[in-house]
């Protein structure tokens, strides 16, 4: 093997710091190189290591530096960097590298990249900033950034990537392959060809492997395919993406108003959307809005207590109907003892249907054709499990306190309370969409309650009837 030879080889090999572990996660040893190339403010170094990573690496590695290393670690990259890194990461990291970069850097950087990346990074940002980048960009690409922008926060048109290849229904094939051979401004990837009429109205598309495979002197309306699936610009971001999974689309037109074509959205980018709207919803199941792990003590705090709060209210509920019964609980202590497992098993039962509700009108699953159905279905599975756990717990209660009475009791309040539990986990959720609140965001606040009241009261109060007890 030659000098250049070995030398080349050496060059494209792998870098001796292999940059994430067996486990996936990012290596300790490639970390501290990083930040000891940053230290050292060593240009080169940093390009060794840095330069040629993944954009998903990049901004996991982003993430993983100390705030002040972020800064530095873009700078000395310098023209290496690649901004789409920027999509890869926490609103929070993102926000605090926007605020100390120059503008004009930044404006280069959005540059290069494609329309619904640089809108992804900008949306985020106070309107004034915003314009101050839009400013040091062309024309042409400032206008088309802002007319994004201007689209309704989680549309389509937010996340349409405003770089596509449309021809005319006249052009033949063979035109439209010379024309994606010599344009410079074509999308890096794609996957359908899009026709319009002189109005820019659309009228279809033409896959790739069409094109590929017809004769070069056929028409491309000869070929095309009738536009059913394009997508509204102000229409959800979370409608767009469940019409890509029923229809297994790859990609899909964007037109206004008017029927024009304005932009194409991608499965990359639908990906995106469905993992943002899943983690939405988890969040909003434990109530804790919309906080990333990157987060700062007291934003996260301020994020919790809203609903910490709430559900202070809801337990000072629970206690009122528990000091109804306060000389019944005087009267028989046990009943202390085991009133923690009634309210806990409702809540959990709850919980899980509730789940599962909510998952089924985000996905469109649960409607009023097969409201009846479910709803007959969870009310025999509560009373199964109901019965399940009454007996166990019972016989619990009966050997626990060598009480059989107790065993009745207890049994019979979890029957009461799983079936509450059941039907508060579906019918709030109904209910709360039917009235246009998220029911992810307040389902659990009122389900619990439910579970809790009832389940105290049906405990207690058939306690009192069954014991003669005084209330």
């Known amino acids: 093997m030659s000098e250049a030879t070995e030398l080349d080889a050496t060059v494209s090999s792998e870098p001796a710091i292999p940059v994430r572990d067996e486990e996936g996660h990012l290596n300790p040893d490639f970390i501290a190189a990083v930040e000891a190339a940053i230290e050292a403010n060593d240009e080169a170094g940093l390009r060794t290591l840095a330069a040629d990573l993944h954009e998903a690496d990049t901004g996991d590695l982003l993430e993983t530096l100390e705030a002040e290393d972020r800064g530095a670690f873009i700078r000395l990259l310098g023209e290496d960097f690649d901004y789409t890194a920027l999509t890869e990461?926490?609103?929070?990291?993102?926000?605090?590298?926007?605020?100390?970069?120059?503008?004009?850097?930044?404006?280069e950087g959005l540059g290069d990249l494609d329309s619904d990346d640089a809108v992804y990074i900008l949306e985020d940002l106070h309107e004034d900033?915003?314009?101050?980048?839009?400013?040091?960009?062309?024309?042409?690409?400032?206008?088309?950034?802002?007319?994004?922008?201007?689209?309704?926060e989680d549309s389509a048109g937010r996340r349409m990537?405003?770089?596509?290849?449309?021809?005319?229904?006249?052009?033949?094939?063979?035109?439209?392959?010379?024309?994606?051979?010599?344009?410079?401004?074509?999308?890096?990837?794609?996957?359908?060809?899009?026709?319009?009429?002189?109005?820019?109205?659309?009228?279809?598309?033409?896959?790739?492997?069409?094109?590929?495979?017809?004769?070069?002197?056929?028409?491309?309306?000869?070929?095309m395919e009738e536009t059913r699936q394009a997508v509204l610009a102000t229409e959800d971001q979370e409608e767009v993406a469940r019409r890509f999974e029923r229809y297994n689309l790859v990609s899909s037109a964007v037109v206004d108003e008017n029927e024009r074509l304005v932009g194409v959205l991608t499965v990359d980018d639908i990906v995106d959307v469905i993992q943002e709207e899943a983690e939405e919803d988890l969040r909003a199941?434990?109530?804790?809005?919309?906080?990333?792990?990157?987060?700062?003590?007291?934003?996260?705090?301020?994020?919790?207590?809203?609903?910490?709060?709430?559900?202070?209210?809801?337990?000072?509920?629970?206690?009122?109907?528990?000091?109804?019964?306060?000389?019944?609980i005087e009267a028989m202590v046990a009943l202390a003892v085991l009133m923690p497992i009634v309210a806990s098993m409702g809540g959990n039962a709850g919980t899980q249907?509730?789940?599962?509700?909510?998952?089924?009108?985000?996905?469109?699953?649960?409607?009023?054709?097969?409201?009846?159905?479910?709803?007959?279905?969870?009310?025999?599975?509560?009373?199964?499990?109901?019965?399940?756990?009454?007996?166990?717990?019972?016989?619990?209660?009966?050997?626990?306190f060598d009480n059989i009475g107790l065993g009745i009791v207890i049994g019979g309040a979890i029957i009461i309370n799983m079936l509450f539990a059941g039907l508060s986990g579906l019918l709030i959720p109904i209910v709360l969409d039917r009235m246009n609140v998220d029911p992810a965001i307040a389902s659990s606040v009122f389900v619990t309650t439910v579970t809790d009241v009832i389940g105290f009261f049906a405990f207690l109060g058939i306690a009192a009837l069954w014991f003669q007890l005084p209330l």
């Open 89 to 107: 990461i926490d609103e929070a990291v993102r926000l605090q590298l926007l605020e100390h970069l120059p503008k004009e850097v930044i404006a």
């Open 129 to 152: 900033d915003q314009a101050a980048i839009l400013e040091e960009l062309p024309y042409a690409d400032r206008a088309q950034l802002q007319k994004a922008l201007d689209y309704p």
């Open 161 to 223: 990537q405003t770089e596509f290849i449309a021809v005319a229904q006249y052009w033949t094939v063979g035109q439209t392959i010379d024309y994606m051979r010599e344009a410079r401004d074509l999308p890096d990837s794609f996957y359908e060809i899009y026709v319009v009429d002189p109005a820019f109205k659309l009228l279809g598309s033409v896959h790739l492997d069409k094109i590929l495979r017809t004769k070069r002197n056929e028409k491309v309306a000869s070929v």
């Open 285 to 328: 199941l434990a109530g804790v809005g919309d906080e990333e792990i990157s987060d700062t003590v007291m934003t996260i705090a301020g994020s919790r207590l809203t609903w910490l709060v709430v559900n202070l209210g809801t337990a000072i509920l629970a206690s009122v109907v528990i000091a109804l019964f306060e000389n019944t």
């Open 353 to 400: 249907t509730m789940t599962v509700a909510v998952r089924g009108i985000a996905t469109q699953e649960l409607s009023a054709r097969n409201l009846v159905r479910v709803l007959n279905r969870e009310i025999l599975v509560s009373l199964l499990n109901g019965v399940a756990l009454a007996l166990l717990i019972g016989l619990t209660a009966w050997l626990w």
